[in-house]
Each structure stands twice: as structure tokens, then as C-alpha cells.
């Protein structure tokens, strides 16, 4: 037997005798009450949930499980209330359809699940300015007044928390805000759309078309009836302005975000991304450079080995790049009830925490330098759809040469129809804009059978 | 021209002729004076770093560059300071060599950088017992006494910050205290170990013996002289403890945790779990099931398409499993003077926002159930060094099957000297104890040229 498997069996053997003298300190019950008395008030924090669907549900069902009693559900408010009314709540809990109910009632934290901006901003401004605290999922909201609503919550005292707005489960806005607070951060790149992953994942496996794609998505329930939300962008980029602006502390709002749509990307684009070693993921990416801020979301290359490749189904991955502590990661499910209801209950144990101490989402100063947002520079892929004839690579190499664009490489699989032949062009890096205008000028070959596809390759 | 690229073309010109109203809001001087009333005392929060090597050289340059004059560094204590003086932090620093010193200054926070139990121990003790906050890298200290020290600071009504002691600047413990604390951890498992996987990637990718990859691990700086800590598995064990504490909310003592060593883990051994789609890592392993809790570290087969199997070099990942959001996973620098540094700033500024306010890191009551501590269950990988002859599986087979193990696979590669024929046999899962048993009666078999290594296989 070898000194190491002695001395498995030893520690084995050691474990098992000291079984009974594990010590699980302090001692529970008065762990508890100690920790009570230090850092929670005696009083259970009051809650009052406005939105009872999925999200909604999970939270109730959730704090009934938690069963700690610091946290207790007292209002319940939707629509037509008696269609959700459940029985496996409290009987305490107050089931209404009246917002006023909740805005006047003694709800500690109002947590706010409706979603969208109308009446959800007003609900949350009448909250706060009546010294509640609240906790929302709402994304929206944050992106497009995350700023007047923080100021409110400043000026009232009170705590307003969002960690549900991005990447549901994954508590990557406490990870910037806290945990990485000693470090600058100077990118923020990320998978934020699940829908988005769903959709490229099929047409990369199953070889569909967008469309059909997306009717899968529809039909699995990962996409909306008007998908343009996830797909064209808007959704990444309201969680994009939100993580820019804790992790960069910079702030734009959502609508300042470059968004280009994924629904372009075909599967013969999987193929040539493939022998280049990539595959195509929606990628938000957020960054500071020379004083300029970059912000843009919208399909990309990256590379096989990049952690970004390897994001599956629903889950998100958020990488963090530090000027001291390098890269951080960020992974796990980025979208359903029970992941967005953990992300919640976790900003109301905060909220619960800080009652009457202290803010804890608004005491970042942001940096101090105005930048002016560009697209940002990275080497690019164009997707060329043809009808084959001489002279082609030679017209488009004349126009990439005239602005001074590098190509990188020309890659073209043999097998397909030369009516129809696509082929691929890789750029070295270059700028949004000056790509722009070329491929501007491009478009106007008559030998092209649909608009050129450019998609930034990321690392 | 598609309405996607339109849409591009129209979001870039839009984008263009907005940059200019790019609005950062609060205004930043404003922002800081407000942040400043609200959040932080109006004196700048005072640092003693006692420790001055990479980790406190680098701290100390963190807060230099951070210049954002709430965190102050005021004294640095280190044996022979005469050695370690530099010339670019503040001249108001005061360098001593003088422990007592510091513990008798206007210090707010001490930093204890020295690591290993003695003195640190006690100069934690006094510092905390002196009524200051306490910011520490020293895992062995927090796994060895963070129930003693937690409890001290929370009567001194001070912050007692420890991010750093597990995986350098990975913001794991922030995310699994505040940013899951809305669910309840069932599981932990993770790359806690630099050196381990440094020498492991070694004998995968350089068909290294492990002597030869443990020089150079030493060589490059991986390693120390004495490798028994990180290879043995007691450093990651020390930090599975914390991780258990902080995630799982049990808590034992590190020498509690099983560790099994990588060095009986061979080239050979990464042949065959290459045919089993595995590679090999040394897993540090906690979890909760029906009121037991396991934990262990040791060499374990991951399958290649685990996040676990992709961590290189000084990489830790940490994955989580929550009951109610599933896993979540952070990752990034595990070690280094610039990633811990992160760890250490981060927790003071938590410590200078707490000040007087509220004790952060022990407001967590643990779970009321005690556990029994066992090692856990999983299918195994066991691999054999035989002189070949007819009926050795025979006779090992017969012996699993007396004690109930299920055998699930039998691999044989080609090509191996019959004299010395490496070969595995996996079984269905199964207890450590058990198969303990097992080996025991299997060692005895004359036709074994070295003993079994066994390897759980984890997910």
C-alpha cells in the first residue's frame, strides 16, 4: 500500500471516529438569536409583492420554504386577484388588485414584477418616496431611469435593489458592486439572452433557418409571440447599460446601446464560422478605452475555447475584465422563476439587512472622464451570398483596399451552388464605422444575391 | 439592402449624432459628495498592511492607484522593514517593524498579510480585541478560528473582511453571502488549487511523471519547496471548509476534510480517462443530503464537458448548486499578488463602508441539523498495475461482488507491456467506505505490482 493509500484509510478511519464531534459553531439557536440581535431588527421586514405570475410565484413560494422569519409576504397585488389567489401562502398575506392598498399599507420592501414601464416606474417612485424600500426584476425600468430612481431611494433612505434585472440567477451586479470593488473594471462582455442562445444553438445543431428556429423557441416557450425584444437586441442591451454602469461605473441608458438583430445569421454562417474555429453566440459587450466608452450587442464569432462558446440553453455568462484582477466569470441560469426569485429574495435579505442603516446600490461615485460611445474595434467576418462569376474577389479586395481594411483571410468551402455561393471574408481589426461605409459601397455590386452579413469577431 | 442593416446603419448614424448627449449621471463630483454623505464617514478609512510581500506590495499599489482618498494606507509592519521599504507610497506611511505599533495606532483596519497560524492568530486577536476591523488573506487562520474570530469582532462590534483566503480574486464568498442568500446551497464544488492543477495539466499535456511535473511547477514558481500542503490537498481543503461555512452554512474544521493526494495520479491515468471522456482534477467537494454533509478533496475524474474540466493554469472555478436557482458558477484568478489584492481592497471597502454601521461577515446563522461527515458517493474510477496472467479479472471481479460493488466498465487500452499492464475498472456508484473495504482485500492479490488508485468521477 502506498504512503497515500495508507493515509486515505487513516483519514478515513479518522473521519469516521470523530463523526459525532463534528461542531457546527456557533450553536444554531443561539447563533441565531445572536445574529438577530446584531444586525437584523427584532420586527419580521414586511413584503409586499406586486405581479403574481412566474417570477411572482416563485418569490411567495420561495419565502414560505426560507421560513426564516425575518422575511414575511404580506401583500399580494395583480389584476383580477382572485384569478391568482393561491392557498399555500399565509392566510395572514392580503390579496388585492389595489396598487394604493399596497402604497399605503405597512409594507417594509414592495417588490415590483410587473415588468415594462407603465405603471411599474410609478408604482416604484410612489414606493420609494413613501419610505419603502423596493426590490425589482424589471430591466426597463432600471436601464431607462435606474438614475432618478437610485437618487429618490438616496434621498429617502431607502434601499432599492435589481440584482434580478440581469442574468436572472447569477449574482454578477453583488460580484461587481462587492466583490470585485476594489478593482477597475475596464470590460464587461457577456451572454445575456437566452432566447437569442436557444435560437443560434438550434440553427447551429439542427441546421435550420432563423425562422424556423425561432418557431422552435416559440413553441418551447423560450420566445415571445413579437420576438424583436431578445432578437434584434433590445433586451441584452437594457442589461448591458445596467452592468455598464455598476461594473464600469459609467451609465447610458439602454437606448444608447448599438443593437444589430441575429436574424440574419444563417446556418452556412455556422459553417465557415466553424472552420475558422468559432462559433456565433449573441455577445453584449461593454468597454473603456482611451477615455471612450464602447457599447454594442448583436451576433459575433468567438472562439471555440472562449468560455463565451460553451453558454448552453438558458444560461448566461457575464466575463469581467479588471485592470488588476484579470478575468472574472460569471455563470448559471440566466431566465426562469426559480432563478429570478433567488436573485430577488437575495436583494430583499439586503433590503432586510440595511432597513434604517444604510444604501447599499447607490454609494458607487461614477468615474469621472466623459466618453463619447463608438462601436468598437475588433476584426470582422462578412458573410458574401453570390452568383458566381470572375472578378468578384477582386472587386470587393479593390473597395476593402480603398478604406484601407485589411483582409485577413478568404475562406471558401467547396459544395455549393455557384448560383447562390457564399463565401467569407475575414477582416483585421477595424472600426464599426469605416466598415460601414464600405460595405455600404459594396452592397451596390449586382453580383451580390443579399446584403453582406458582418459580425465582429470577439475574443 | 436587409432592414437589419438599415437598421445597423441608422442605430450607428443615431448613435454618431448623439455622442455628444452621452449623459453621466450623477454628475461625477457630485456623485462623490453625495456617495461620501450618505455612505462614508467624512474621514478617510486608515490601512496598516502588517505583511509586505507580493500580496502587500500589491495592495499597497492598489490603493495608490486607486487615489479616491477613502481608503488610506497609513502603516506597513513587516520583519526587517528596512528591507522592504519602497519609495512610491506616500511619505505619511510609516514603516515599521513593530506589530505593537501598529496595534496601538489610529489604524482603522489592520491587514494581515503573513499568513500561517503564528503570530497571525494573535495579532488578529488583539487587533479585533482593540477595537479594529480586521481585512485577512490567511485561509488557514479563517479556517483554523473564523468561529473564534467572527464571534470576537461581532462583540467589537467590528468588520472582520476574509474574500481573499479562497480563490485570490474570484468574488465567490460575496456571491454565495449576498448574492445567492435567497437560496438555499445544497452543493459546492470547485478548482481551489493552483499548484495541483498546474502539475496535473502537466502530466496531461507533457505525458509528465508527477516528479517531473512537480519540478516544474517548482521551477516555474507553481510549487514551493515543499509541496505537501497544495499537492495533499490541506490548502484546498482549508478553503472547502470556508466555502462550506459561507455556502452550505455548516462548518467543520479544515482537518475535517477527506484529502486524498494527486501523487499516485499518473500519464497513464489521463490515457484512460481520455477513454472514458474525462480529464483529471484535483475536486474539492461539499455537499448536503438527507442532513449529511460530505466533503472532500482529492484527484476525481471530471467529464470533459464539465465547466471543471476546461480550468487551467492558475485558474479556480467554483461551481454552486442551489435548490432553487441551480448552478452557478464563478471563475477567474486564483492566485497572484494583483487578483488578491483585489480580494483584500474589495474587503476594505466594505470595512470602511461598515464602519460603525454593521458587521457583515457573520450575520449568517448556520443550518440547525447536526451531520454526520462521510466520505461521498460516487461512481468510481479504479486503475490497476498488474504482471499479466488468465484470471485476474476473475479474482477481482469476485471480490467486488462480494462486497456488492457494481462493476460498470472494464477499459484496456493496447499496446501496454504485459509485465506491467496498467487497466481500470469502474463501478456504479458506491460509498468511499465500502469501497475502502474493498481495496484493502484487493492490495493482498500477488499479481498487483503497485496498489489500486482509486478516483471518484464527479459531475
Avoid at 18 to 36: C, D, E, H, M, T
Wanted: proline share 5%; charged share 20%; glycine share 8%.
Amino acid at each position: 500500500m502506498s504512503p497515500t493509500q495508507a493515509g486515505v484509510r487513516q483519514e478515513r478511519r479518522k473521519a469516521k471516529a470523530r463523526g459525532p464531534k463534528l461542531v457546527l459553531f456557533p450553536q444554531p439557536a443561539k447563533a441565531r438569536s445572536n445574529a438577530q440581535a446584531d444586525v437584523q431588527l427584532s420586527s419580521p421586514c414586511r413584503i409586499a409583492l406586486v405581479g403574481f405570475g412566474t417570477v411572482g410565484s416563485a418569490v411567495a413560494r420561495l419565502l414560505q420554504t426560507r421560513g426564516d422569519g425575518s422575511l414575511r409576504l404580506t401583500y399580494v397585488c395583480n389584476r383580477n386577484i382572485s384569478r391568482k389567489r393561491v392557498s399555500w401562502t399565509s392566510p395572514d398575506v392580503v390579496w388585492t388588485d389595489s396598487m394604493k392598498r399596497v402604497l399605503t399599507s405597512d409594507a417594509d420592501v414592495v417588490v415590483e414584477l410587473m415588468g415594462s414601464l407603465d405603471p411599474a416606474h410609478e408604482l416604484v417612485r410612489q414606493a420609494l418616496s413613501s419610505g419603502k424600500s423596493v426590490v425589482t426584476a424589471n430591466k426597463q425600468l432600471i436601464a431607462h431611469s435606474g438614475h432618478e430612481l437610485l437618487q429618490l431611494a438616496r434621498s429617502k433612505g431607502q434601499y432599492l435593489g435589481f440584482g434580478a434585472c440581469v442574468a436572472g440567477g447569477v449574482p454578477v451586479l453583488s460580484g461587481l458592486q462587492d466583490g470585485l470593488a476594489g478593482d477597475r473594471l475596464v470590460q464587461i462582455r457577456g451572454i445575456l439572452n437566452g432566447t437569442c442562445n436557444f435560437i443560434l444553438s438550434r440553427i447551429e445543431h439542427a441546421n435550420s433557418s432563423f425562422a424556423d428556429a425561432l418557431r422552435e423557441a416559440q413553441h418551447a416557450g423560450f420566445a415571445e409571440a413579437d420576438p424583436s425584444f431578445d432578437v434584434d437586441g433590445q433586451d441584452a442591451g437594457a442589461k448591458l447599460a445596467i452592468l455598464a454602469r455598476f461594473g464600469l461605473k459609467v451609465s447610458v441608458a439602454s437606448d444608447q446601446v448599438i443593437c444589430r438583430s441575429i436574424r440574419d445569421v444563417s446556418a452556412v454562417d455556422f459553417e465557415y464560422a466553424r472552420e475558422l474555429n468559432c462559433t456565433i453566440r449573441q455577445i453584449s459587450l461593454a468597454y473603456l478605452r482611451d477615455g471612450n466608452l464602447y457599447l454594442a450587442v448583436g451576433p459575433s464569432l468567438v472562439s471555440k475555447d472562449s468560455p463565451l462558446a460553451k453558454v448552453s440553453g438558458s444560461q448566461n455568462l457575464v466575463v469581467s475584465t479588471g485592470e488588476f484582477g484579470g478575468e472574472t466569470t460569471f455563470g448559471g441560469h440566466g431566465a426562469g422563476g426559480d432563478p429570478t426569485a433567488v436573485a430577488v429574495v437575495s436583494d430583499l435579505v439586503q433590503a432586510a439587512n440595511h432597513r434604517r442603516k444604510r444604501l447599499a446600490a447607490s454609494d458607487h461615485p461614477l468615474v469621472a472622464d466623459c466618453m463619447p460611445m463608438r462601436d468598437f474595434e475588433s476584426p470582422q467576418y462578412i458573410r458574401f451570398v453570390v452568383r458566381d462569376r470572375p472578378g468578384i474577389i477582386a472587386a470587393l479586395a479593390a473597395v476593402f483596399a480603398k478604406h484601407r481594411l485589411n483582409i485577413d483571410a478568404i475562406v471558401q468551402k467547396p459544395g455549393y451552388d455557384k448560383s447562390a455561393l457564399p463565401f467569407v471574408i475575414t477582416l483585421e481589426s477595424c472600426e464599426g464605422p469605416g466598415l460601414d461605409a464600405t460595405l455600404r459601397e459594396i452592397s451596390k455590386f449586382d453580383f451580390l444575391l443579399e446584403p453582406p452579413l458582418a459580425m465582429p469577431v470577439v475574443q
